[in-house]
C-alpha cells in the first residue's frame, strides 16, 4: 500500500515559509519521497500502519492550508500513467 500527501500550504510571510519548510521536512524525516512538488509518497505495510501515519500527520499539520492524503494498493499505484515526464526510479 502507499499513502499519498496532497498539499497546498501558503508561504508569503516569513512565518508561513518556516511552517512550510517544517512540514516538508517532517514528511521526508517520516520516509516520504517527493512524486512532484507538494506530492508525497510513502510505502507502508498495511490500513492499521497507514491509520497511524495519519494521526501523526495530524500532529504535525500547520493551521494554514490544505492537505489531503490518499491511500492506495501498489497494483493501484502502478497503474499510474505518465503524459509528460518519467517514472522516478526512487519511489
Known amino acids: ?8 500550504l501558503p508561504n508569503i510571510y516569513i512565518k508561513d515559509k518556516r511552517n512550510y519548510l517544517k512540514f516538508r521536512k517532517y514528511l521526508l524525516n517520516e520516509g516520504f519521497i517527493m512524486m512532484q512538488e507538494s506530492v508525497y509518497s510513502k510505502i507502508i505495510l498495511n490500513s492499521q500502519q497507514s491509520d497511524l501515519l495519519l494521526e501523526r500527520i495530524k500532529k504535525n499539520a500547520p493551521n494554514k492550508g490544505i492537505i489531503q492524503t490518499l491511500t492506495i494498493t501498489e497494483k493501484q499505484y502502478s497503474n499510474i500513467k505518465y503524459i509528460i515526464g518519467k517514472q522516478n ?3
Open 1 to 8: 500500500m502507499r499513502t499519498i500527501v496532497f498539499f497546498d
Open 89 to 91: 526510479t526512487k519511489l
